[in-house]
């Protein structure tokens, strides 16, 4: 465990010092396995095999799927769409940026592409309407964290293939919570913004016009629409594994976006498959390494020895499942999502298991966890990503996303930590779980 614990210091030290994540996880690896005396000409194979597996490769074609639509003109039409139902509230638009995130992170699973296309659109025309830019840019953060409850979500999609779970219920387990958060964003959007006179409303539509106006706009985003409905149909419904919808998913969006929404052409396709090609790249160094790791702490017992430290602690599983939240929120305000849902599975997963916890439960816990810690400094990923759209400076936004923070996703990791049928209703309800 001192040895596990030492590799992570300097894993840690790596990041925070702007060594690549993969770059800093190969070397943490590479330490552990010397210092425990395992041959790391042993382990490599075993990264090799599990990164090559059928179901890892739902993750590039979900990436791939995700850009295509951002780049395709799908984040426009979605916020179109969701601006006819609550745009002409005070207030409206900050909703309309929540919900259009949580719709993107249905068709994307990714939070950082969220940022890109919604970002990108929204922050400038919330300004432009009087909503404050701190505001603006730490909404933008928090509701990007959404694609990682709503699915496809490609963290859920790893820590389920890592872990040995099933993906379409780890799916299932996150979209309570999903649907919670983002209704409370919207909430709390309008209830901060309540005294706030430089906003600009627009005045309410007669109901007949405004039918016509969702009726219109709803048919203009209905392929886009289709998308999420198509992937998770598909999953849950037993005609397709999540790999093969992934797959359908990009065979859907290519003539979409070239030509029905006209937003790509054959030159943007091929930015875009290079860019995705990329960042699977990326994802799948940082795995490599990840389960070089994970298969050298399993020969050394660390999961077991960790089961036993927290025992000591306490044998209340509530307590136990604080703790391991703390953790889980350290290691998210350190690691990107993707890496923080590997070592979630891999560190934690086995002593939740020990402790009877249910496993689908955990993975909501996780998803919740992680999205908490993408947005908390000091690393903070998603947080900065957003700022980088804005061209903040983090003393501008850094106070408005504490207070959602605080006021809405916090209470919502105790909800589904401490309340298991919010996240296995779904499972129970509809897999038989």
């Not at 490609?154 to 299932?172: C, E, N, Q, R, W």
């Not at 929404?261 to 995705?276: D, F, I, P």
């Not at 290691?331 to 999502?337: F, L």
Request: aromatic letters at 10%; one cysteine or more; glycine letters at 10%.
């Amino acid at each position: 465990m001192s040895l596990f614990l030492l590799a992570m210091l300097v894993v840690v030290i790596l990041i925070l010092v702007e060594i690549p994540v993969a770059f800093a996880f190969g070397i943490g690896a590479v330490l552990f396995a010397y210092t425990t005396g395992n041959n790391i000409s042993f382990l490599v194979p075993h990264g090799f095999k599990t990164a090559s597996g059928f179901a890892l490769l739902a993750l590039p074609l979900f990436i791939f799927a995700g850009l295509l639509m951002a780049e395709g003109g799908i984040s426009e039409r979605l916020l179109n769409f969701v601006n006819s139902f609550v745009g002409r509230i005070k207030g409206g638009l900050g909703a309309v940026t929540v919900l259009t995130c949580a719709l993107f992170g249905a068709i994307s699973g990714s939070s950082s592409a969220a940022i890109a296309a919604v970002g990108q659109i929204m922050i400038p025309r919330m300004v432009k309407e009087g909503y404050p830019e701190g505001h603006a840019t730490a909404l933008v953060a928090c509701s990007s964290v959404l694609a990682l409850l709503i699915p496809p979500s490609i963290p859920m999609i790893i820590f389920s293939i890592t872990g040995g779970l099933s993906v379409g219920a780890a799916f299932l387990s996150t979209i309570i919570p999903g649907i919670l958060l983002t209704l409370l964003y919207c909430g709390l959007n309008i209830w901060f913004l309540r005294d706030n006179s430089n906003i600009k409303v627009d005045a309410p539509l007669p109901f007949k016009q405004a039918a016509k106006q969702v009726a219109s706009t709803g048919y203009s985003a209905a392929f886009a629409l289709l998308m999420p409905l198509i992937i998770l149909g598909a999953i849950y419904s037993g005609i397709a594994t999540p790999t093969e919808a992934a797959a359908i998913a990009v065979i859907y969006a290519i003539p979409v976006g070239l030509f029905i929404y006209k937003g790509m052409t054959l030159r943007n396709l091929g930015t875009v498959t290079v860019r995705a090609v990329t960042m699977t790249g990326s994802i799948m160094a940082v795995l490599f390494f990840l389960f070089i790791m994970s298969r050298a702490m399993i020969l050394e017992q660390v999961p077991k020895e960790l089961a036993e430290t927290l025992l000591q602690v306490s044998e209340n599983k509530y307590v136990i499942l604080l703790l391991i939240n703390i953790l889980l929120l350290l290691i998210g305000m350190i690691v990107d999502d993707i890496s923080g849902s590997v070592l979630a599975a891999i560190i934690f997963l086995p002593v939740v298991n020990e402790l009877g916890i249910d496993p689908i439960h955990f993975a909501a816990v996780v998803g919740v966890n992680l999205g908490l810690g993408n947005v908390s400094p000091p690393c903070a990923p998603m947080l900065y990503m957003a700022g980088g759209v804005s061209k903040l400076s983090l003393d501008r936004y850094i106070k408005p996303t504490l207070k959602f923070l605080c006021l809405g996703h916090l209470p919502m990791v105790f909800l589904v930590t401490f309340l298991p049928e919010l996240s296995l209703f779904l499972p129970r309800l509809l897999l038989g779980y």
